[in-house]
C-alpha cells in the first residue's frame, strides 16, 4: 500500500457511507487498526500491536482523546484519531499551537472514496466540540486527498515550513491547518 492516496479529483461511482458505520474503537478493533497501519507504512505488526493496545487504552473517549472506527458487515475498513497535544519532545513544535489535533486518519485502500474518511473526521469533531472551540491538523503537502478532506470540512492553514520529526515532516514537506468549532 502506498502511504498516500493517489489525488483523483472527480468522484468514482459507487456506494458511500455516513455515520451509521462510525463507532467508537474497542480493544477488539486492535488487530484490525494494527494491520491498516502496517499495510500504510510497511510496519511489523508484532512491533506496531503493543503500541495499538496502548493507545486504545489512553484514547478511550476520556480527556485524552478519542479513536473512532468504521465498520462495515464485520469488517473494519478504517479508524482515526484525536488526542490533545502539548509542546515538547513528544509533543507539537513550538511554533503550533498546543491542544487538540485529529492525529490520523486511515481508510482501507478497498473502501476508499465512499465517505468514510469524512465520517470518520465528522465524528471526532462532534466529540471535540464538547472539549474545544479549536482544532488543529497537521499533513505532508504531497498529500492532496487527505488535504482536500480537511481543507472540504473547513479546515484553514496557518502554518507551513516547519520541522515535525515526530510526524516525520521536514520544512519542505509540512502544513498545519485550524478549525474553528462553533
Ligand atoms: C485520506 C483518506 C483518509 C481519505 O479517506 P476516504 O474515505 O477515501 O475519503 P472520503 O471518501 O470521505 O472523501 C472525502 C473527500 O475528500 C477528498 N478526497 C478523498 N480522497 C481523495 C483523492 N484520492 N483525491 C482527491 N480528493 C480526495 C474529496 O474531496 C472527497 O469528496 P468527494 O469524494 O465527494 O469528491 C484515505 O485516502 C487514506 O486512508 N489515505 C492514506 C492515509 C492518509 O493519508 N491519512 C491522512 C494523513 S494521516
Known amino acids: ?34 494491520a491498516l497501519t502496517c499495510a500504510r507504512h510497511a510496519l511489523d505488526p508484532a512491533v ?31 479508524f482515526a484519531r484525536a488526542r490533545r497535544l502539548r509542546h515538547g519532545p513528544d509533543g507539537v513544535p513550538a511554533v503550533l499551537p498546543e491542544g487538540w489535533y485529529l492525529t490520523g486518519v486511515i481508510v482501507d485502500p478497498a473502501w476508499r472514496r465512499r465517505g468514510l474518511g469524512s465520517a470518520l473526521t465528522t465524528a471526532r469533531l462532534a466529540w471535540l466540540r464538547r472539549r474545544s472551540d479549536v482544532v488543529h491538523y497537521v499533513a505532508n503537502r504531497a498529500n492532496g486527498a487527505s488535504i482536500r478532506l480537511h481543507e472540504g470540512l473547513g479546515f484553514r492553514e496557518i502554518a507551513r515550513g516547519f520541522s515535525y520529526p515526530r510526524a516525520e515532516l521536514s520544512p519542505e514537506a509540512s502544513v498545519a491547518y485550524e478549525l474553528m468549532l462553533p
Open 1 to 34: 500500500m502506498s502511504e498516500y492516496a493517489t489525488y483523483q479529483p472527480q468522484r468514482p461511482a459507487g456506494e458511500r457511507f455516513g455515520n451509521d458505520v462510525i463507532r467508537p474503537a474497542r480493544l477488539a478493533d486492535a488487530e484490525a487498526i494494527t
Open 48 to 78: 506496531v500491536r503493543p503500541r495499538i493496545d496502548t493507545e486504545l487504552l489512553a484514547l478511550d473517549g476520556s480527556e485524552a482523546g478519542c479513536v473512532f472506527v468504521a465498520e462495515i458487515g464485520h469488517h473494519l475498513a478504517g
